[in-house]
């Protein structure tokens, strides 16, 4: 990878045509050299700098690994009052939503930027799409926290009514001059209950009002206010009781809104190694076209050096053939590595995403990074096996689904109580209105105090008693708070089915949920320490390969120089040659493999450790959802 493939055939032609054998080795050129390979923080914290000034922000370190910020889901959520009328006139609205039209302005966007492996990185994080759907499921979980939160919103409730009812009369006494009895009544009544977060009790506080007038002259109140103040508690004392059990639901929504954030944090890990793939990809690709170019432009050169000798007299035919037929393959080669560029570049490009110019296929991505074959830095299996049980994303999320499983367990475990609950009522009444007078045998049903029309009963005398109730709904609200009507109830109520099947059924599966979670945690452990021993070995292999095959294209090449020299004097067939050049492709080929494999390796260690995200300093944070709101708090 370091030394440039135009060299690959230049010995062998240089003899052919009797020039001097010059050896040289010319370095891929690159914008920004990326050393993935240093475990130092210092030198990961350097800033790159794009190559191409037009995408600015675009390659800086990018702000998409903390999507549950306070406030996240903001952007989707409305207003709990404000949005109301606007939602009530969407009802009305005939509007039809269809679905997105894909309309593209071109087929493919030619523009290319050449960036390092880590601006890559960046650029597809702020681009991809995909990555993007995924990061708005912690969003998501968000508002499951919210919604389980909602249970202690105090909620508000009203009714406004109004009755009449007319009904024949059955008896002249009923109703003494009217054929009918009238009774129209009206209420207005209110309410609050609240779930009480610390307890898991019921509070209910309710006003209820009710207005009744009638015709009937039996009624010695008329009209009549009854306004009533109603607080009532309904407590469990055993199961749906405990220490914070109130709240279970929202601990179990906040520990799956963890779990929604260390799998986006395991995305994003899968991701950038993806991307680090793609990138080197194309490297390889691009260098392996030159290893196949070169060999193509020896076969050729070889091709008219055996035909000038064949013309000649100086050479069999069959050398020709044999020129002609590595020339072909050459040709072939050439085709088939010039495809595997074309599939390389537009994977990593349609993965990256950076599509400005809105065409079907997204701007190309030249690396501008070389394989750093240095030496990799030494780590041993102890401090690999620590970096992954504290930075691995994946078995942070299932160390939380154990918490998740301890709380499903408590809470199926306190559904074994039996019911036991305490109810209790308190309540205060009174009672104004057009207060008439008590009429006796002696007196007419029609002696009223206040009607002028009527007799006139002086209050005291012993044929009459006024009652006790003169006044509006004012009167009748202020005499409610002396507390002379009143009423209370308390109440126990306890039920236990007697086999209680149905919690026992469900304790035992939350039970064996968790231990099957325990287990499920301990095999992603030892599969996680395998992939992270795997890649140390593979690390250290190609680290080993890397030096081997550098080695064997320098004897390659050797290889191939003398025999040139053979073939330039007459005592080596093109067979030969063409044997040798063989080889020193080949050689030069498991060069490049070795080259981006060791890439690649380091890569896969630290996405098997977890530290992917951190060696090109993208700094997940977990952000605990823990902003409770106002009405959880009591």
């Known amino acids: 990878m370091k030394r440039s493939k135009d060299q690959v055939k230049s010995h062998a032609i240089s003899l052919l045509f009797g020039s001097k054998w010059v050896r040289c080795r010319i370095y891929v050129a690159a914008a920004t050299i990326l050393i993935v390979s240093i475990a130092g923080a210092a030198a990961l914290a350097q800033s790159q700098t794009t190559s191409n000034p037009s995408i600015g922000e675009q390659v800086s370190p990018p702000d998409v690994v903390a999507p549950v910020k306070p406030h996240?889901?903001?952007?989707?959520?409305?207003?709990?009052?404000?949005?109301?009328?606007?939602?009530?006139?969407?009802?009305?609205?005939?509007?039809?939503?269809?679905?997105?039209?894909?309309?593209?302005?071109?087929?493919?966007?030619?523009?290319?930027?050449?960036?390092?492996?880590?601006?890559?990185?960046?650029?597809?994080l702020r681009n991809n799409p995909g990555l993007a759907a995924v990061a708005l499921d912690p969003v998501a979980s968000t508002e499951s926290v919210q919604s389980a939160n909602a249970v202690f919103d105090p909620q508000i409730s009203s009714q406004v009514d109004v009755q009449k009812q007319a009904t024949p009369v059955s008896s002249p006494f009923q109703n003494p001059g009217s054929v009918a009895i009238v009774q129209k009544m009206y209420d207005w009544n209110f309410g609050l209950?609240?779930?009480?977060?610390?307890?898991?009790?019921?509070?209910?506080?309710?006003?209820?009002?009710?207005?009744?007038?009638?015709?009937?002259?039996?009624?010695?109140?008329n009209p009549v206010y009854t306004p009533e103040i109603v607080m009532s508690l309904s407590q469990p004392l055993l199961q749906n009781f405990g220490w914070q059990f109130a709240t279970i639901q929202v601990r179990l929504a906040q520990s799956a809104q963890r779990t929604a954030q260390w799998n986006y944090s395991s995305s994003l890990n899968d991701f950038v190694q993806r991307?680090?793939?793609?990138?080197?990809?194309?490297?390889?690709?691009?260098?392996?076209?030159?290893?196949?170019?070169?060999?193509?432009?020896?076969?050729?050169?070889?091709?008219?050096?055996?035909?000038?000798?064949?013309?000649?007299?100086?050479?069999?035919?069959?050398?020709?053939?044999?020129?002609?037929?590595?020339?072909?393959?050459?040709?072939?080669?050439?085709?088939?590595?010039?495809?595997?560029?074309?599939?390389?570049?537009?994977?990593?490009?349609?993965?990256?995403?950076?599509?400005?110019?809105?065409?079907?296929?997204?701007?190309?991505?030249?690396?501008?990074?070389?394989?750093?074959?240095?030496?990799?830095?030494?780590?041993?299996?102890?401090?690999?096996?620590?970096?992954?049980?504290?930075?691995?994303?994946?078995?942070?999320?299932?160390?939380?689904?154990?918490?998740?499983?301890?709380?499903?367990?408590?809470?199926?475990?306190?559904?074994?109580?039996?019911?036991?609950?305490?109810?209790?009522?308190?309540?205060?009444?009174?009672?104004?209105?057009?207060?008439?007078?008590?009429?006796?045998?002696?007196?007419?049903?029609y002696a009223n105090c206040f009607d002028p029309s009527g007799p006139t009963v002086p209050p005291g005398h012993n044929n009459a008693a006024e009652l006790p109730f003169a006044g509006g709904y004012g009167s009748s609200l202020n005499s409610m708070f002396n507390f002379s009507f009143y009423d209370y109830a308390a109440v126990i109520g306890f039920s236990m089915p007697l086999d209680n099947a149905a919690p026992q059924a469900a304790l035992a599966q939350a039970r064996i949920s968790l231990n099957e979670t325990r287990l499920q945690y301990r095999q992603a452990l030892y599969q996680a320490a395998l992939q992270v021993k795997s890649a140390l070995a593979n690390l250290s292999a190609y680290v080993q390969q890397v030096e081997s095959t550098k080695e064997a294209t320098s004897y390659a090449e050797e290889s191939l120089h003398d025999v040139g020299v053979e073939f330039r004097i007459g005592t080596a067939t093109t067979n030969q040659l063409l044997q040798y050049q063989s080889n020193l492709v080949t050689a030069q080929g498991n060069e490049v493999q070795a080259d981006v494999g060791l890439e690649n390796a380091r890569l896969a260690l630290w996405h098997a450790e977890g530290t992917l995200l951190q060696r090109f300093n993208i700094n997940f944070q977990l952000h605990e959802p823990s902003q409770s709101p106002w009405y959880s708090r009591f």
């Open 72 to 124: 996240a889901a903001a952007p989707y959520e409305s207003s709990a009052i404000l949005s109301l009328p606007k939602m009530f006139a969407r009802q009305w609205q005939s509007s039809y939503v269809g679905l997105p039209r894909d309309e593209f302005e071109s087929a493919e966007d030619n523009q290319s930027l050449k960036l390092s492996l880590k601006e890559t990185i960046y650029l597809a």
């Open 193 to 221: 209950s609240k779930v009480l977060s610390s307890t898991n009790g019921t509070l209910g506080l309710t006003f209820n009002n009710n207005r009744e007038l009638t015709n009937t002259s039996f009624s010695p109140v």
């Open 275 to 445: 991307i680090g793939n793609d990138y080197w990809g194309v490297v390889m690709a691009e260098e392996n076209l030159k290893v196949q170019q070169e060999a193509l432009k020896f076969n050729l050169d070889l091709v008219r050096v055996n035909r000038a000798s064949v013309n000649h007299g100086m050479m069999a035919p069959v050398n020709l053939t044999e020129a002609l037929s590595a020339a072909a393959t050459a040709r072939a080669n050439v085709q088939a590595a010039q495809a595997g560029v074309d599939v390389a570049e537009t994977t990593v490009r349609q993965d990256v995403g950076f599509n400005p110019g809105n065409a079907v296929l997204a701007q190309v991505i030249e690396p501008a990074d070389a394989p750093n074959t240095g030496q990799a830095a030494a780590e041993t299996d102890n401090e690999a096996f620590k970096q992954m049980l504290d930075y691995s994303p994946a078995l942070a999320g299932m160390r939380e689904s154990i918490r998740s499983a301890v709380i499903q367990v408590k809470y199926a475990q306190n559904q074994m109580l039996p019911q036991l609950n305490l109810g209790a009522q308190f309540g205060i009444t009174s009672e104004a209105g057009n207060s008439k007078c008590t009429a006796t045998i002696s007196v007419p049903t």
